[in-house]
T-cell receptor, first 112, second 110 residues
Framework: DQQVKQNSPSLSVQEGRISILNCDYT??????FLWYKKYPAEGPTFLIS?????DKNEDGRFTVFLNKSAKHLSLHIVPSQPGDSAVYFC???????????FGKGTSLLVTP | NAGVTQTPKFQVLKTGQSMTLQCAQD?????MYWYRQDPGMGLRLIYY???????DKGEVPNGYNVSRLNKREFSLRLESAAPSQTSVYFC?????????FGAGTRLSVL
């Protein structure tokens, strides 16, 4: 049973605009959430994370928002750049261990 | 700084053959993981090792075995490969929630 869901397989955004990637989860025991970025033929690379005690975390052009009551998080990229084109995975972990539960990913295409 | 190194990068096997995927990390992390990624799927955990000397099953352990050889190395073995094990395999390591991944091994079983 998929505990982390990314319901949009793909997203296309124009360069300079905002990209919003969404993620939903079902397990209320998750206390840490991460976003990974993956280019073809490479491993996932860590992008940004948020603890369940926060509702926002910002790092440069990337901001993650967490809505615990809705069990929903989102990644905002502003402004989007062509180099941001990649697959983005949402992941979550509970305090029972560090193993991550991943969503299926959203493929972002940023067009010039 | 190499991070997490996986070998080989590519491998083609025939059904029934065996092979070992190697993983080594140079970040002195306690925990290591093996995931597989299939088309249209996220990463699914096969096995993990929370610390040297311990291993535990993940979501999809059937058909695999692992060895935590030392703190640096964590290998994944397919004893009798099946076409359903065609996938991209990723190794990762961590000391907290953030995991660092290798570049992957692309395995095809014919």
């Amino acid at each position: 049973d998929q505990q982390v869901k990314q319901n949009s397989p793909s997203l296309s955004v124009q360069e300079g605009r905002i990209s919003i990637l969404n993620c939903d989860y079902t397990n209320s025991m998750f206390d840490y959430f991460l976003w990974y970025k993956k280019y073809p033929a490479e491993g996932p690379t860590f992008l940004i994370s948020i603890s369940s005690i926060k509702d926002k975390n910002e790092d440069g052009r990337f901001t993650v928002f967490l809505n615990k009551s809705a069990k929903h998080l989102s990644l905002h990229i502003v402004p989007s750049q062509p180099g941001d084109s990649a697959v983005y995975f949402c992941a979550a972990s509970s305090n029972s261990g560090y193993a991550l539960n991943f969503g299926k990913g959203t493929s972002l295409l940023v067009t010039p | 700084n190499a991070g997490v190194t996986q070998t080989p990068k590519f491998q083609v096997l025939k059904t029934g053959q065996s092979m070992t995927l190697q993983c080594a990390q140079d970040m002195n992390h306690n925990s290591m993981y093996w995931y597989r990624q299939d088309p249209g799927m996220g990463l699914r955990l096969i096995y993990y090792s929370a610390s040297e000397g311990t291993t535990d099953k993940g979501e999809v352990p059937n058909g695999y075995n692992v060895s935590r050889l030392n703190k640096r190395e964590f290998s994944l073995r397919l004893e009798s490969a099946a076409p359903s094990q065609t996938s991209v395999y990723f190794c990762a390591s961590s000391d907290n929630y953030i995991q660092y991944f290798g570049a992957g091994t692309r395995l095809s079983v014919l």
